[in-house]
DNA sequence: AAAACGGGGGC
DNA sequence: GCCCCAGTTTT
């Protein structure tokens, strides 16, 4: 373990720094957990749809979300049947769109394999699309009270700090270690809730960058990075690589009032969504008209709707606008500025064009 | 093991 | 505006 985990702590030491944090850590989650709806009634299906929107995403970014998800689609069956369009336009704007889609698969599976409810089995769980090994600790630990580690970025966080461990977290053997170290350290009773712990401390204390809260740390008597004061560069995270560019041109075509959009391939990035026209590189008004012709559109009048730009994880989109009044309907369909807000998700890469569609000047 | 996959918040 | 955050699947 000690190649894996770099830390300078002796194994005697470390063992009982684990041994010593699960009752200061339940002791200050009793008093300091956030009240959150998915708490409330802590149900196998509720606590796998938080899950699934926590992953990569921030409590207050998830709140208004959850209850209109599990409101309109209740339990697993309903999820199991719910088109496509719905699903997509309940996760518009949460990003990571593959979730909702596994998560429909999972439900499906479920209901065929499961009899429409989650498994409470940790291997079973990790079977199921869209369910890895933090979301099976999670569910097996939370909702079914068995005694699973729950390794996300604020345990591998707090953990990395706790033992002063520079290893790089983002190494699966990394994290991987991190969870046998942390059921060494769970007890036999309330499982869940020391995971949730875990993490509500690093959502709140032991917080990333800015400096820790460690005078508020229910560990911070018995934690090694801070004695060391190596918490500050803690946890350790390889260099990521550069983004790449693409520009595109973006063409709002509009036609009797109603606006054309094209739905994404099924797979890939922001699969299943809508978008306005787009053509690759950026293009003058002169040649946008040109591939518009080209493409059998009959633009009436082409006017600039500005540039914008999206920052995905991996790719930096540049776009610049234009507004089409078509002289003719085209051949792909048209959608109200109504059905677009209510039914359609539109990726919000395309924010800066969406928002202009209600005051959109009228055709010439 | 590395890349694909969004969007929001902090500074 | 730039930097940071981070589970699962696919390659």
Avoid at 331 to 357: D, K, M, N, W
Wanted: glycine share 6%; proline share 8%.
């Amino acid at each position: 373990m000690d190649e894996i985990l770099h830390t300078d702590l002796a194994p005697g030491e470390c063992r009982e720094l684990l041994a010593a944090m699960s009752q200061p850590l339940l002791q200050w989650y009793d008093r300091s957990a956030r009240v959150l709806p998915w708490r409330e009634r802590p149900t196998p299906y509720r606590v796998w749809v938080s899950e699934i929107m926590l992953q990569q995403t921030r409590v207050a970014a998830v709140l208004p979300y959850f209850e209109r998800f599990v409101t309109a689609l209740p339990d697993e069956q309903a999820l199991a049947d719910a088109p496509q369009d719905q699903l997509l336009k309940l996760w518009e704007g949460l990003g990571y769109y593959n979730r909702v889609k596994n998560m429909q698969k999972c439900a499906r599976e479920v209901v065929a394999c499961h009899g429409g409810r989650l498994p409470g089995d940790y291997c079973a769980l990790l079977k199921l699309p869209g369910i890895g090994a933090y979301t099976a600790g999670a569910i097996a630990s939370i909702a079914f009270g068995q005694r699973f580690p729950a390794v996300d970025g604020n345990v591998l966080r707090v953990m990395a700090r706790l033992i002063s461990c520079d290893s790089d977290i983002l190494q699966p053997r990394v994290k991987k270690a991190f969870g046998e170290l942390v059921l060494s350290a769970m007890p036999h009773h309330r499982p869940g809730d020391f995971n949730q712990a875990m993490m509500e401390l690093g959502a709140t204390i032991c917080l990333p960058n800015t400096l820790p809260l460690c005078p508020s740390c229910p560990l911070g008597d018995i934690c090694r990075g801070r004695a060391l004061q190596t918490h500050h560069h803690l946890p350790h995270k390889a260099p990521k690589k550069a983004k790449r560019n693409e520009q595109w041109t973006v063409v709002v075509a509009r036609w009797q009032g109603r606006i054309l959009l094209q739905r994404r391939p099924e797979s890939g990035l922001l699969g299943g969504m809508y978008q306005y026209l787009c053509l690759p590189g950026h293009l003058g008004a002169e040649e946008c008209q040109q591939q518009l012709a080209a493409q059998g559109f009959c633009v009436h009048t082409l006017r600039p709707l500005g540039a914008a730009k999206h920052i995905f994880t991996h790719i930096v989109w540049q776009m610049e606008g234009y507004l089409a009044d078509l002289s003719a309907p085209p051949q792909e369909p048209l959608y109200t500025l109504e059905e677009i807000e209510e039914q359609l998700s539109v990726p919000s890469a395309f924010a800066h064009y969406t928002r202009q569609l209600p005051t959109l000047p009228l055709p010439l």
